[in-house]
């Protein structure tokens, strides 16, 4: 299994950064894209590492945020063939509120009924290889962060983030932001016994630019110290100073930026 991250924050190569996140995955039976980013800069960085994105036979789009999603019906139009799993609700609007402002960051709603998308309500078993699943219990070391996300009834309780795990030789775990908590996620997979995990946490909002408290972080390192065989590669929405501090407690605590790769 090899996992190339596409679209991230931050970049240490020649690939270009950009808010957001894209991962492209090979297994021995798939070829997906987990995330889109939020324009064209998927389709320039996998040109620079010669993916062939028509070639994608899987996309999972994480939920329903702009930055996660906002390629594709770009996607669309460069794919035929590809199926495309989405949670029903990460079409329905989405917000980010800042000072008393709502602002739209939901994804293009116009294209939900494209033949390749499959919409699911709930978890979902794709193949042997392959499964999603979501998460209700949002509860336990939640981040403030989220406080400024909004859908049309309120405040976002994320039932249209979605997870990933691959069954291969070893188990991974991909998340997209971990809004419902990188440790109610980790719960939720504990029966997988993931040998790794890879995704953001969203302890950082890019527009206060404030990291949630120290008090939170310890909490979170208090928790995944109890996964010692799952290596640990986070990123995007995390932010450099929760990641400093995470690392720090961690030793199997990693970042993964923009063209970076992980092979097990």
Do not use: W
């Amino acid at each position: 299994m090899k996992i190339i991250s596409l679209v991230e924050n931050t970049t240490k190569s020649e690939l270009k950064a950009k808010h957001g996140l894209s991962l492209y995955i090979e297994t021995k039976k798939h070829k997906i894209l987990f995330d889109l980013g939020p324009d064209k800069t998927l389709f320039e960085n996998a040109v620079k590492r010669n993916i062939d994105i028509s070639k994608v036979d899987t996309v999972i789009i994480s939920h329903g945020h702009i930055d996660h999603g906002g390629a594709l019906k770009s996607f669309l139009e460069v794919n035929s063939s590809a199926k495309i799993y989405v949670q029903r609700t990460a079409f329905e609007p989405h917000y980010s509120k800042t000072l008393f402002i709502k602002i739209p960051v939901g994804i293009d709603a116009a294209i939900k009924g494209n033949k390749q998308i499959v919409l699911l309500d709930g978890d979902y078993k794709i193949d042997d290889e392959l499964l999603l699943f979501t998460v209700d219990k949002i509860n336990r070391f939640y981040s403030s962060v989220n406080d400024a996300l909004y859908d049309d009834k309120g405040k976002d309780q994320f039932r249209h983030e979605q997870n990933l795990v691959i069954f291969e030789n070893q188990t991974a775990l991909i998340m997209g932001c971990g809004h419902a908590g990188v440790i109610n996620i980790m719960e939720e997979a504990k029966k997988y016994s993931p040998d790794l995990c890879v995704g953001g946490y969203h302890l950082f909002n890019p527009l206060t630019k404030k990291t949630v408290s120290t008090e939170l972080l310890k909490d979170i390192a208090t928790e995944l110290q109890k996964y010692k065989d799952t290596e640990f590669y986070t990123c995007h929405c995390t932010g450099k100073k929760a990641f400093d501090y995470l690392s720090h407690q961690m030793s199997n605590m990693h970042y993964i930026s923009c063209g970076e790769s992980v092979e097990i």
